[in-house]
């Protein structure tokens, strides 16, 4: 399995910046699809989820109503569509793959697969 995350950069707060993943090496339709960030000095944490359908998709209370996620079954990718950003959104965001949504319904986000991550820098 290879995830491939892309399109971090530095951004102003209150600005947007989509995130992509394109997965390969894996029956993408059958994974669920995660973004998890980890700012320095911190832990990495949970960010958002979307089932292996597209339809159902979890959030983490910090981004909720900013970031979306989304996939795009036909190209095998994955995205984060982040909005109203705030130097707090600043970290190193990463996506990950797994077989089962119960990763992420049990709050325990064990996911499988994991790629390189991607920078995101909020400026205030």
């Known amino acids: 399995v290879q995830l491939q995350a892309s399109g971090g950069g530095l951004v102003q707060a209150g600005g947007s910046l989509r995130l992509s993943c394109a997965a390969s090496k894996l029956t993408f339709s059958s994974y669920v699809m995660g973004w998890f960030r980890q700012a320095p000095g911190k832990e990495r944490e949970f960010v958002a989820a979307v089932s292996w359908s597209g339809v159902n998709t979890y959030y983490a209370d910090s981004v909720k109503g900013r970031f979306t996620i989304s996939r795009g079954t036909a190209k095998n990718t994955v995205f984060l569509q982040m909005n109203s950003l705030k130097p707090d959104d600043s970290a190193v965001y990463y996506c990950?793959?797994?077989?089962?949504?119960?990763?992420?319904?049990?709050?325990?986000?064990?996911?499988?697969?994991w790629g390189q991550g991607t920078l995101v820098t909020v400026s205030s």
């Open positions: 990950a793959a797994d077989p089962d949504i119960r990763t992420v319904v049990s709050g325990r986000y064990e996911f499988d697969y």
